[in-house]
């Protein structure tokens, strides 16, 4: 059996599962720390009564009934009851109890939970830790952020979130501003540790000044928040002497939207969903990854950019704002108009666009693979261990 000390249970509803593709990075991190901790999962899985789970929203959710594998890491699900609309929605989570407490005594306590987060994830791992003082941290996303904000505003669930971030033994954040909203609405500190990418993506290239044509690239979904129209408009307002391309990869809602918005402009070009081996290839040929999207927690595609060396604009606020140096490994803008005179900017001035392409490299290289969040993360485990011998 494995020592405890080496046991560690991530709760998360945002992986992949059986029935839905969804969003990877917290089973990335969890199989790099799989070189120090036997991790298993545990996915707060919402009961969907019948004839409710015919519904295409909740279809995914009705034959989740058993232990899967995501990448060889084994993922239980637990069921809670999920009440609809923001007010009733967390209201019955301590119906899980029994469930959460028996898996861990079926499986043996861990050492660390680690949530993914605040609600359900953070209350799951609350509840080991009263029952059997099983030491927790918690991950703070965007969504997160939207619920907290609507529970202030409404004082639903308020209370809950308060307990799970004040008992949590540490409280991960991705970017600054998720660090400063923690800080301000709880007083609780926390840790930043951006996401990553794997080095093998890096591609250190010599940037060519004076080029006539300067070449943007965006790679997103097309819905309303990632604010894809920003950038046509940009491109079709430019009056500069500079030639421009601009490639649109990715698919969603907008496109056919998108698509009369850029009608008539023969340097646009929409290439669809497409491989992420194509995706970098793209963004190798390119000089911009401009990207004004909102809401972000982390968005790994402006790391994925600077790694092959394109200059960055993000939005301040969101994403990787704190983790790039402003104006210096990125711009970050606030709305439209500055978004659009930044882009500008950087198509007409080679030397500030090949600095800045340089400057978030090298920023990737150094802080933002792998083997280096890793390290980060493993820290932070072995400090709260510690100071839990249990």
Request: net charge negative; glycine share 6%; aromatic share 12%.
């Amino acid at each position: 059996m494995t020592d405890i000390k080496n046991k560690v249970l991530y709760v998360a509803n945002n992986i992949t599962t059986p029935t839905r593709v969804s969003n990877r990075i917290i089973v990335d991190i969890a199989l790099h720390l799989s070189r120090y901790y036997d991790i298993a999962m545990v996915y707060p899985k919402e009961f969907v009564p019948f004839p409710v789970y015919k519904f295409k929203k909740y279809k995914y959710l009705h034959s989740l009934d058993k232990t899967w594998y995501n990448d060889g890491i084994p993922v239980t699900p637990i069921e809670y009851y999920r009440l609809p609309g923001f007010s009733l929605s967390f209201s019955l989570l301590r119906t899980a109890e029994h469930d959460v407490c028996r898996y861990v005594e079926q499986n043996g306590q861990p050492a660390l939970t680690h949530a993914h987060f605040v609600l359900p994830d953070g209350y799951f791992a609350r509840i080991l830790k009263r029952r059997y003082g099983i030491p927790y941290l918690v991950s703070i996303r965007e969504t997160d952020v939207k619920y907290i904000n609507k529970a202030f505003a409404s004082g639903c669930h308020k209370s809950k979130f308060e307990e799970v971030l004040h008992d949590a033994d540490g409280i991960i954040v991705h970017n600054v501003f998720q660090q400063d909203f923690i800080k301000s609405h709880f007083g609780v500190n926390s840790i930043v540790i951006p996401h990553a990418i794997d080095d093998n993506l890096l591609q250190y290239r010599e940037l060519q000044p004076c080029r006539d044509e300067v070449v943007i690239t965006v790679v997103s979904s097309m819905i309303k928040r990632k604010r894809l129209s920003w950038v046509i408009d940009a491109v079709k307002e430019y009056n500069g002497n500079k030639k421009i391309f601009l490639g649109i990869i990715g698919d969603g809602e907008l496109r056919h939207e998108l698509y009369s918005q850029a009608e008539g402009m023969d340097n646009v070009k929409f290439y669809g969903q497409l491989s992420h081996d194509k995706v970098v290839e793209l963004l190798a040929e390119s000089d911009i990854f401009a990207l004004p999207s909102e809401g972000e927690t982390f968005g790994l595609v402006y790391l994925e950019a600077a790694a092959v060396m394109n200059a960055v604009i993000a939005v301040e606020g969101t994403g990787v704002w704190g983790v790039f140096k402003e104006d210096e490994q990125a711009l970050f803008c606030h709305d439209y108009h500055s978004f659009k005179n930044m882009l500008h900017q950087l198509i007409d001035d080679d030397d500030k666009r090949m600095t800045m392409a340089v400057n978030a490299y090298n920023k990737v290289k150094e802080d933002l693979v792998w083997d280096k969040i890793t390290e980060k993360y493993h820290e932070v485990y072995q400090e709260v261990i510690r100071n839990n011998p249990g």
